[in-house]
T-cell receptor, first 111, second 114 residues
Framework: GQQVMQIPQYQHVQEGEDFTTYCNSS?????IQWYKQRPGGHPVFLIQ?????EVKKQKRLTFQFGEAKKNSSLHITATQTTDVGTYFC???????????FGSGTRLQVQP | GAVVSQHPSRVICKSGTSVKIECRSL??????MFWYRQFPKQSLMLMAT?????????EQGVEKDKFLINHASLTLSTLTVTSAHPEDSSFYIC??????????FGQGTRLTVV
């Protein structure tokens, strides 16, 4: 079945440093979404990428979708303590409505 | 964004009893709802997909007789954990999908079986 791998599992950065998490799918995706989950909370939708090679920005966050539509990345510039949480990518395979979630990257930001 | 309400947020039950979790889409019609389970520090694992008016589709390894899903209307899906055991303790979360492809998540239910 479809598998979505995400690295790293955990990252601890100093406030102001950059952060990147990478997502790789075993199969081609029709689209990929990114979610943020705070401790004790539920996943909150951040963005969806659909087109091959697509790049989207949200303030300090930059999202990329690979040319082959099998990988994606989320980059945060100049992290802040409010960025703390677990970031999940979630891919949707062709013809499939359910999302397959990556393993998540837990970000800890040291003030 | 759309609102999905999940209830209860926390429940503690005795081993052997059943627990029902409700997931409602408040401002849109959810033709499809998904139920996920998340163990501590792990990712969300899809349990089943429910389509309004038809039987749910369960993922491999998920017991359909233990996790009963009902999606009788376009705004309500329920998950019943039957004869719960301590190993069923987990965070259960639903998401609803309407015409758009974005998934809206409920607040989640933390189930503790003692």
């Amino acid at each position: 079945g479809q598998q979505v791998m995400q690295i790293p599992q955990y990252q601890h950065v100093q406030e102001g440093e950059d952060f990147t998490t990478y997502c790789n799918s075993s199969t081609t995706l029709s689209n990929i979404q990114w979610y943020k989950q705070r401790p004790g909370g539920h996943p909150v939708f951040l963005i969806q990428l659909v087109k091959s090679g697509e790049v989207k920005k949200q303030k300090r966050l930059t999202f990329q979708f690979g040319e082959a539509k099998k990988n994606s990345s989320l980059h945060i510039t100049a992290t802040q303590t409010t960025d703390v949480g677990t970031y999940f990518c979630a891919g949707r395979g062709t013809g499939r409505r359910a999302l397959t979630f990556g393993s998540g990257t837990r970000l800890q930001v040291q003030p | 964004g759309a609102v999905v309400s999940q209830h209860p947020s926390r429940v503690i039950c005795k081993s052997g009893t059943s627990v029902k979790i409700e997931c409602r889409s408040l401002d849109f019609q959810a033709t499809t709802m998904f139920w996920y389970r998340q163990f501590p520090k792990q990712s969300l694992m899809l349990m089943a997909t429910s389509n309004e008016g038809s039987k749910a589709t369960y993922e491999q390894g998920v017991e359909k007789d233990k996790f009963l899903i009902n999606h009788a209307s376009l705004t309500l899906s329920t998950l019943t954990v039957t004869s719960a055991h301590p190993e069923d303790s987990s965070f259960y979360i639903c998401s609803a999908s309407g015409v758009a492809t974005e998934a809206f998540f409920g607040q989640g239910t933390r189930l503790t079986v003692v």
